[in-house]
């Protein structure tokens, strides 16, 4: 991790838009219905190509929005451990048991996702919709679609514009 981004409203590099257009590549030919995205810079950004391709708006849902960091904010792991090691070190190593200060838990955000995933399934029941979040979301859902709690945060490997497909099926 370079920084705790979370909640900051950052642009995406060159090599994210480039990693965002081969995305968008890849779901051309989908039959999408809607495209919904975090509100931050960082996840409309790779949504564009995709909803160019697909002729569709790119839809915020707060649902989606990334964790925040509260005190860790837009430090590096390094400045945050010299902030509060424990708490570093539980993040590392415990996750699922680490609320930042004025911030979030892993638990917290999920409750958010999946209570934006079901909201989404009602509207679009047999349909296919997209999701354009951030790595944190897109691990702790990734966890809950897996039936995995959020100990597993680490072990579910997330890369940046990765492409993960859940078919939903009566709410499971």
Known sequence: MERFRGRADLSL?????????????????????AIYSSPRKRAPQPAEPMARNLHLPVQPLEGLIDIDFGSFQGLSAEEASKLDKK???????QPHLVHFP????????????????EELEKKHKDQTVILVSHTVVCRVLMCAMLGLDNSHFWHVSQDVNAINIFELRDGA
């Open 13 to 33: 590099n060159d090599t994210g838009f480039k990693q965002a257009e081969a995305a968008a590549q890849k779901l051309k030919d989908w039959q999408v219905v």
């Open 87 to 93: 708490l570093m070190d539980a993040w590392i190593e």
């Open 102 to 117: 004025k911030g979030e838990s892993l638990d917290i955000v999920r409750q958010r996702v999946l209570a934006a995933v």
